[in-house]
């Protein structure tokens, strides 16, 4: 009899103890689950696409020093929720044409941005116009966190006249990346500094 009373005993004992692991088993994969959870979301979050108004953003051209003058009309336009792409183009006095590109995208966080910046739209330039592209200062104290300004001498002018067939502003605020292009616009190295920071002024914090 007492031996069945200690084998009923170390029974109850050993179930207790089994509840009690099933209990802290349960407690753990509940833990995980969620914070699994926690991480897809948060993965979820850093992916997500932000939503981006062109009009907050969009710099024409005839807001802009030394293009304003001209007779500006946009010829293609591509919007979307996190970005836009708008050219534009205007009749010079030779009867040839201008042309004003601004592209702007919104990513989903710093960090994506950070990256499509530095995957840089000059190294396309450079694969396509090996030598021809050169080295512009940016204009001191902008606004944008990352900056790169260039030209394209395609025609080789840049030495005589201190023009470029294309003109580039590569640069990054936040997590926005904007490139603003101009080309066949008969415009100076000093020219296009001013159109720079007049769109970075546009662009910056109030």
Not at 70 to 96: L, N
Request: net charge negative.
């Amino acid at each position: 009899m007492g031996e069945l009373m200690v084998n009923t005993q170390s029974d109850r004992g050993s179930m207790v103890r089994h509840r009690h692991w099933k209990k802290l088993v349960l407690a753990l994969g509940a833990a995980v689950v969620l914070g699994c959870a926690s991480l897809v979301l948060g993965f979820f979050a850093f992916l997500a696409e932000r939503s981006l108004d062109d009009s907050d953003f969009e710099v024409p051209p005839s807001g802009l020093p030394h293009l304003s003058e001209r007779a500006w009309y946009v010829t293609t336009e591509q919007v979307d929720q996190s970005s836009f792409v708008r050219i534009w183009q205007a009749s010079d006095t030779d009867g040839g044409v201008d042309n004003y590109f601004q592209e702007v995208g919104r990513h989903r966080n710093v960090p994506f941005a950070v990256w499509q910046f530095q995957s840089s739209v000059r190294m396309n330039f450079e694969r396509r116009f090996s030598g021809r592209v050169l080295d512009v200062p940016n204009p001191p104290n902008l606004n944008a966190d990352a900056a790169d300004s260039f030209c394209v001498d395609i025609d080789s002018k840049f030495l005589t006249s201190g023009e470029c067939a294309i003109w580039v502003y590569w640069a990054r605020y936040g997590d926005l990346v904007l490139r603003v292009q101009v080309s066949e616009a008969r415009i100076t190295e000093g020219e296009f500094l001013d159109i720079v920071a007049s769109v970075d002024d546009q662009l910056g914090p109030e």
